[in-house]
């Protein structure tokens, strides 16, 4: 199997932590953010975007996706066999995915980060900051409080599931930016926990210095 990534890339990590975690063979192709634009790599993945599994004849992307598949083809506790139970972690991808990254990751880390996604003047990028930010209260909050809550060690119970290596990976994003998480405990609680994982800092390595170069 082939993993196409980059390593700072937010949607890379959660596969790599996984592949990682649970001592997947895999070979890791790097694509930068200029190679992943042009041939060959525009060729077999038109989105043009990491990560991408290749897995004999079959070409995924989508990092949830790719979670979901490796977790089942490796026969992963991390997505149990229940049906209601998968339901729940699909449900939490999916709100992490479209409701909180939407303005936590794309209206307010993004556009800090990526010259070509700021604003055209210095109003415009503060407001669209400010209600970025305003939008990332509603879902971090609802994260903490409902998702996490005060009882439990990860997003869906008491054990570890592909929710958590996709959530943790996309919520870290914020570190770069110096997202204070500090009024928000459960979270905290839960990414200390995630950061105890044997790989965490070697996965992680490539947006720590990310976050130490725009410092």
């Not at 070979?27 to 200029?34: H, K, W, Y």
């Not at 506790?77 to 972690?89: D, E, G, H, V």
């Not at 010259?115 to 400010?130: G, Y």
Request: aromatic share 12%; hydrophobic share 40%; glycine share 4%.
């Amino acid at each position: 199997m082939k993993l196409y990534m980059t390593p700072e890339s937010t949607v890379s990590r959660p596969v790599r932590l996984f592949v990682a975690e649970h001592n997947i063979p895999m070979q890791e192709v790097l694509i930068d953010r200029v190679e992943r634009y042009r041939p060959p790599y525009s060729i077999i993945n038109p989105n043009c975007l990491v990560p991408m599994l290749e897995d004999g004849d079959l070409r995924l992307t989508e990092s949830s996706a790719i979670l979901k598949y490796l977790a089942e083809k490796f026969d992963s506790p991390t997505y149990p066999k229940s049906l209601k139970q998968r339901a729940k972690i699909n449900e939490a991808m999916d709100f992490i995915n479209t409701n909180l990254y939407r303005d936590f990751g794309y209206a307010l880390c993004y556009p800090q980060l990526f010259p070509h996604l700021k604003l055209r003047n210095d109003e415009a990028q503060a407001a669209a900051l400010e209600k970025g930010k305003e939008r990332s209260k509603r879902w971090l909050s609802v994260l903490n409080d409902h998702w996490i809550g005060p009882d439990k060690t990860y997003l869906c119970g008491d054990q570890i599931t592909i929710a958590d290596y996709f959530g943790a990976c996309l919520v870290t994003i914020g570190e770069i930016i110096r997202a204070d998480f500090s009024e928000y405990p459960n979270i905290v609680r839960w990414l200390n926990n995630m950061g105890k994982l044997r790989s965490w800092p070697a996965i992680n390595e490539a947006i720590y210095s990310w976050a130490a170069a725009v410092k």
